[in-house]
């Protein structure tokens, strides 16, 4: 069975401007990392070429009105109907070739679903996709168009049984508010809570509403929280979850924002526990479609990446450059380090406060979601 790479260099090469965090150029660090650790030279791996989305494909998920918005701000056309949209902001800039970023993204995941579709694939990764924030009718938290939402929706349709798992540091806002009353698509995010914290929703008592009761399933992380206490949680939650639910395709969104040393959120996890919810996810389907999504600590994502690639394939990084420099690092890890961290244990208070709200999650998590799956 085939691994594919959903990767274009031209893609990576996108920016939101020099200043703006989100770096589409983590996938060309991350592609660099694949070759010196060589994790991308067996026969069952292949390396494609995104083919952007036709646009009919977008109102899968997206209002009509919202797509011909992006595509005139994308032209250069100011409209007022742009700031409903929140299209021209500090976190949504508009950027030359915006439109068509969005249709080679939206278009790299969608050819990675249809990809599962068959039976010679088994696990799907586009680095540039994972836009989990993107509402029908307007972009928010640097993304424009919902890959995810778009995917999944075109599984259903095929009727794919879908889980979607996102362990990016935010909510996974876009996702859950696109299958909210459906028992079709099993929702799971993990992230940092909302209180304070950007997009302020994805707290415990969103389950779903009417058919979709208990199956959109929401662990928000107290700020600080670290490996010890999320192993504990995605544990005790997602595995029993997913046995039930039994997925055709599982959709991850694999951020790595929820890493310690990340700029924008708080959270202190490492590789180790990263790794470990991969292995983990790899169980659920026989299926996988891996998205990028988050990460701001550019070289420490591409280094999660690799980790989650290598994990998804099955195969161990060997670094080809060892021992042949007189040890010494260069290529893009010269600034992240190695590909993993070494253990990080919070201690005192600030840990059992933080165990304390995951205790508290897992609880009414089991109390109200589990009866709802016969567990
Ligand atoms: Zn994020």
């Given at each position: ?9 031209d ?34 791996q292949?390396?494609?070429?995104p ?14 009105e919202?797509i ?19 299209i ?7 950027f ?7 249709l ?10 249809q ?29 424009y ?19 979607y ?21 099993l ?24 058919e ?16 010890e ?49 991969i ?18 600590n ?5 280094s ?26 260069f ?33 009414y ?11």
């Open positions: 069975m085939l691994d594919v790479l959903i990767y274009s260099h893609l990576a090469m996108t920016e939101y401007g020099a200043a703006h965090p989100f770096k589409p150029a983590r996938a060309k660090f991350f592609v660099e990392l694949l070759n010196r650790f060589h994790l991308i030279f067996e026969d069952n292949k390396i494609v070429e083919v952007p989305i036709s646009e009919e494909l977008l109102y899968l998920f997206h209002a009509r919202y011909e918005v992006l595509k005139k701000a994308s032209a250069g056309e100011f409209s007022m109907e742009m700031l409903w949209a929140e021209g902001t500090g976190d949504n800039p508009i030359k070739g915006m439109f068509e970023f969005v080679d993204v939206a278009g790299a995941t969608y050819q990675g679903a990809m599962l579709l068959g039976d010679e694939v088994r696990m799907a990764f586009n680095p540039v996709g994972g836009l989990h924030h993107a509402g029908r009718d307007h972009a928010s938290g640097f993304c168009v919902n890959d995810i939402a778009i995917a999944i929706a075109d599984l259903r349709q095929k009727g794919k049984r879908v889980a798992l996102d362990i990016d540091a935010h909510h996974g806002n876009g996702v859950q508010d696109a299958f909210y009353d459906s028992d079709k698509v929702t799971i995010s993990l992230h940092e809570s909302g209180e304070g914290f950007y997009p302020g929703t994805g707290f415990e008592k969103e389950i779903g509403d009417d979709g009761r208990g199956y959109n399933v929401n662990i928000p992380f107290r700020a600080g929280t670290d490996d206490v999320y192993l504990f949680a995605f544990e005790a939650v997602v595995p029993p979850l997913m046995e039930r639910f039994k997925p055709d395709i599982l959709v991850a969104q694999i951020g790595g924002d929820g890493h310690k040393d990340d700029p924008l959120a708080d959270l202190n996890l490492t590789s180790n526990s990263y790794k470990r919810v292995q983990t996810m790899k169980q659920f389907s026989p299926k996988v479609l891996a998205l990028g999504g988050g990460g701001y550019v070289f420490k994502t591409a999660l990446w690799t980790i989650a690639w290598a994990t998804l394939c099955g195969i161990e990084p060997v670094d080809q450059y060892v021992g042949r420099v007189g040890g010494m690092m290529g893009p890890e010269t600034e992240a380090g190695h590909l993993d961290d070494a253990p990080f244990v919070l201690e005192g208070a600030e840990k059992e406060a933080c165990f304390e709200q995951a205790r508290r999650v897992v609880a998590l089991q109390k109200t979601v589990f009866p709802i799956h016969g567990l």
